[in-house]
């Protein structure tokens, strides 16, 4: 799992408190999911939105995931 809340999140990308828009944060945790996901050698994932529209943060958080190499 990987979260904008989390330790690892926050010493990676946060610098001198700048805040981030929502969707750059969503993207981020894409970039450190896939990181995560890479060391357990698992590069595939599902998004199950259940009719509804695929756009904004979850958009965001699966195209960098795409970027870095899982498939969704």
Do not use: Q
């Amino acid at each position: 799992s990987a979260s904008s809340l989390g330790k690892d999140f926050k010493s990676l990308y946060i610098k001198d408190n700048n805040k981030l828009s929502k969707s750059e944060s969503a993207s981020l945790v894409g970039k450190l999911l896939s990181s995560k996901m890479k060391k357990l050698n698992i590069l595939n994932a599902a998004f199950d939105r259940s009719g509804y529209k695929f756009h904004g943060r979850i958009k965001a958080l699966v195209i960098s995931l795409r970027e870095n190499g899982i498939v969704c």
